[in-house]
């Protein structure tokens, strides 16, 4: 599980709505307010979304004592089963690349699958069109 799976827009960053719903999966919803107020208080280049680096930082302030017990990023440093301490950088990474995905699979995933299977039945197809007609030429040759 990684922070990836929330990531709706797919473009490496944790925005307003998609942390929104990551506190909903997570368990812990927070109000339009409060999901500022989490944003607001890791984003060091004020654009008003997480970076990796910033996510990252809710865990070192979560181990360094600096968030309020019932702050929304105290809530989403305990719920997400991840210890950065631990697991070190590579995990939290692989974490937040993963929630990135889970968030952006729904249905965008499926409607790219979709069109990926279709392109494959179209390849297909053309392919054995090729094939019989290559066939066809080759009968009329050898007859």
């Known amino acids: 599980m990684g922070l990836a799976e929330y990531d709706a827009g797919q473009d490496g960053f944790i925005d307003l709505m998609e942390l929104k719903l990551m506190m909903e999966k997570l368990g812990a919803p927070q109000t339009h307010l409060g999901l500022k107020s989490m944003i607001k208080e890791v984003d060091e280049d004020i654009d008003g979304k997480l970076s990796f680096r910033e996510f990252l930082l809710i865990f070192h302030k979560a181990a360094a004592g600096e968030l309020q017990e019932d702050s929304g990023l105290m809530a989403l440093a305990k719920l ?62 050898s007859t």
């Not at 950088?89 to 692989?94: F, M, Q, R």
């Not at 790219?112 to 494959?120: G, H, M, P, S, T």
């Not at 053309?126 to 290559?134: P, T, Y």
Request: aromatic letters at 8%; a negative charge.
């Open 80 to 141: 997400s089963e991840i210890d950065v301490a631990l697991e070190g950088v590579k995990g939290a990474k692989n974490f937040f690349e993963a929630k990135v995905q889970a968030l952006s699979s729904g249905s965008k995933f499926e409607a790219e699958l979709k069109a990926e299977q279709d392109e494959r039945k179209r390849e297909e197809e053309e392919r054995r069109l090729r094939q019989a007609a290559f066939q066809e030429l080759k009968a009329n040759f």
